[in-house]
């Protein structure tokens, strides 16, 4: 059974940094798909950032150059460092992972596995 559990989240004053920790079990780790998308209230879910088995990765244009997202393969762990944080980017930060190859385009449907979640606020 594939499980997921984030952590990392917490309150930030604008321009500070956090790192998400998404922790996995149940499933090849390694050949899995995994990203990062987050939910603001009142808004839809969308993509944040995602990896590929092969390392290759891809990113929402309002994190390019912000945000980092990496794993570790031998700790079956997946990582997402936030840096020069901003109001805008308070959402309920979420871990998802899948065996397609599709998770590039960072499409919540092309998710299967999804982890329960961890809140970054970041304050003005």
């Known amino acids: 059974q594939v499980q997921l559990q984030e952590s990392g989240g917490g309150s930030v004053q604008a321009g500070g940094s956090l790192r998400l920790s998404c922790a996995a079990s149940?499933?090849?780790?390694?050949?899995?798909?995994m990203g990062w998308f987050r939910q603001a209230p009142g808004k839809e879910r969308e993509g944040v950032a995602a990896i590929d088995s092969d390392g290759n990765t891809s990113y929402r244009d309002s994190v390019k150059a912000r945000f980092t997202i990496s794993k570790d393969n031998a700790k079956n762990t997946l990582y997402l460092q936030m840096n020069s944080l901003k109001p805008e980017d308070t959402a309920m930060y979420y871990c998802?992972?899948?065996?397609?190859?599709?998770?590039?385009?960072?499409?919540?449907?092309?998710?299967?596995?999804w982890g329960q979640g961890t809140q970054v606020t970041v304050s003005s």
């Open positions: 998802a992972a899948d065996p397609s190859t599709y998770g590039l385009r960072l499409s919540s449907s092309d998710f299967g596995y």
């Open positions: 149940g499933y090849t780790y390694s050949s899995y798909c």
